[in-house]
């Protein structure tokens, strides 16, 4: 198994551009979540699902839309990058309790 | 603050000793748990503990919860300088319908060898 994936692995974006973030999970897992890492601050919850056709927001959804139209994918979109959007993003699924982590993409907007 | 801090912010220590990481939180859960992140990689799920849970064991790992102090400590017990690395606490809980779960800031652990 892969666990979970990540594409790309970096990205540098000029304000204003949209770009997406893949997340893939070959676990058959029910949740999916995307995540944003800024220095000096814990993970913070950007949006979640729950199954595939289903999504939620998390604590920092502005910003950010969502698509899961597969179970074993989950999509992060940024419409209109903007630079307090520069960070690192992680995705994750969860069978129930606990979380599978990817590797991140690094993401800087100028 | 946040919801789950860490504390200390940053631990160093000699190979073999323990090394002890705290917790805390401002609300309500229904588990905690605690992960691992090496620098530049994703996060490690190292243990979960429930809320009606004292503690719990993992190998060298050792989670303690208490619910009236809204806290929880990580002990690594002989540590290695395998351990160097991030470590954060992570709460989650249901309230009204929506899913909450909160990273806190992290402790960054390095072990000399």
Known sequence: ?110 | SQQGEEDPQALSIQEGENATMNCSYKTSINNLQWYRQNSGRGLVHLILIRSNEREKHSGRLRVTLDTSKKSSSLLITASRAADTASYFCATDRWTSGTYKYIFGTGTRLKVLA
């Open chain 1, 1 to 110: 198994n892969a666990g979970v994936t990540q594409t790309p692995k970096f990205r540098v974006l000029k304000t204003g551009q949209s770009m997406t973030l893949l997340c893939a999970q070959d676990m058959n897992h029910e949740y999916m979540y995307w995540y944003r890492q800024d220095p000096g601050m814990g993970l913070r919850l950007i949006h979640y699902s729950v199954g595939e056709g289903t999504t939620a927001k998390g604590e920092v959804p502005d910003g950010y839309n969502v698509s899961r139209l597969k179970k074993q994918n989950f999509l992060l979109g940024l419409e209109s990058a903007a630079p307090s959007q520069t960070s690192v993003y992680f995705c994750a699924s969860s069978p129930a309790r606990g979380q599978y982590f990817g590797p991140g993409t690094r993401l800087t907007v100028l």
